[in-house]
């Protein structure tokens, strides 16, 4: 366990916002949790993973626990399936290399997705046509109040577009602490459509993909289109896709014949917000040190010293630009803090 007081947040968020914390305490076991927990009940608890999916607007007034607890086991398997645990602070993208290595499909589409095992129910996070709920069985999670650990499974966590229960009305109530998936050994199921999946492997020359070669495709779209945050501040896709109706979207079309758009159950359609915002204008827009990404308009960027209220800024004026434009509201992916 590491304790520091009046600490800088900047290497804990892939923004690079620096802000301060006024303790900052770093836990790398359940024990380690539960003790830290026990002893500060009553205060205020910041709680901390990857930091890839939030924007620090100001100094952390509160006890900011970082969870750095790792490991990965299996848990069960058979002739098809493997059940595999992995603790919540093992790196995301990380894991899903390390299920490719031992031929495990599933997680694939989603390789080089920044963050943390432990902070990816909360956010249902997704890409390139698959989503965590599609290979998640449960996780382990520490209400934060009885100390009592809780097995969510898939059902009970709701998982919705970009959203859980942890985000709604289990917010703050509890700390993820591990997350079982179930993957694939033999079979694989290769989802190539999405996106410009088949135009890179093209590219590369590949035929007959396997699982790995969908994951180097993956990673050479996104490395072509998003920043890496080690260079370029910046916490991944700033908005989520927004979804309209089928009436709404046949209003837009007659205005946009080119629109981009993937059906959402019966009647609803979704929309790129990173089209949208491209098609305001608005790709590669600068105030100051932050920055709407040159290549990829879903994402806000820090240049350097950007604060967290200016990147903040930027994501309200794009949002009156979007909702001037196209009548559409852009609602944040990152959490505001």
Known sequence: MKVSQNASLKSYNTFGIDVKAKTLISVRSIGELVSVLKKNYAEDLFILGGGSNMLLTQNVDATVVHIDIKGVEVIRETEEFVFVKANAGENWHEFVLYTLQQNWGGLENLSLIPGNVGTSPIQNIGAYGVELKDHFISCDAIDIQTLEIINFTAEECEFDYRNSIFKNKAKGKYIITNVIFKLRKTNHTL???????????????????????????????????????????????????????????????????????????????????????????????????????????????????????????????????????????????????
Do not use: C
């Open 191 to 337: 989802l190539t459509n999405y996106g410009a999946i088949n135009e890179a492997l093209n590219e590369m020359g590949v035929a007959d993909p396997s699982i790995r070669d969908i994951s180097k495709a993956v990673i050479k779209i996104r490395q072509q289109k998003l920043p890496d945050p080690k260079e370029l501040g910046n916490s991944g896709s700033f908005f989520k896709n927004p979804v309209i109706t089928e009436k709404e979207f046949e209003i837009l079309k007659n205005q946009f014949p080119e629109i981009p758009n993937y059906p959402v159950g019966q009647n609803s359609v979704k929309i790129p917000a990173g089209w949208l915002i491209d098609k305001a204008g608005l790709k590669g827009y600068r105030e100051g040190d932050a920055g709407v990404h040159k290549n990829q308009a879903l994402v806000l960027v820090n240049y350097g010293e950007a604060t967290g209220e200016e990147i903040l800024d930027l994501a309200h004026k794009v949002q009156a630009e979007i909702r001037a434009k196209f009548k559409i509201h852009l609602e944040p992916e990152v959490n505001i803090i």
